[in-house]
């Protein structure tokens, strides 16, 4: 993986290669699937949706999700959490380049239409 000299951070299509979904789980009761993974050598766990919340603060931007738990897989420490609202904002460059990677493509990869 390479990196882009400016922020130091890996080119997004590089970490984008990198993303393996190990899990979908579809809930029966409420709706939506939680989807487990990792990606450039982090965990996440997902809740996403087929539709957009009906309130736009209960979702990651345009995202469909709305829960979103980013682990750095060498440190073992949070890198972004995500519930219905920012609890931890991304700590690292590359943390938030994985959050604006999942929240603009996961629910398309769950729920294609």
Request: net charge negative.
């Amino acid at each position: 993986m390479t990196t882009n000299h400016t922020n130091q951070t890996p080119d997004a299509s590089e970490i984008l290669e990198t993303l393996r979904i190990t899990k979908v789980q579809r809930r029966t009761s409420c709706g939506g699937s939680w989807v487990v993974g990792t990606i450039a050598g982090h965990r996440f766990d997902a809740l996403v949706f087929p539709e957009h919340a009906e309130s736009p603060d209960f979702e990651l931007g345009d995202s469909r999700i709305s829960k979103l738990w980013l682990k750095h897989l060498d440190t073992q420490t949070t890198a972004a959490n995500f519930d219905r609202g920012w609890d931890i904002r991304p700590t690292t460059p590359i943390a938030a380049t994985i959050v604006d990677l999942l929240a603009a493509g996961l629910a398309e990869t769950i729920y294609t239409k």
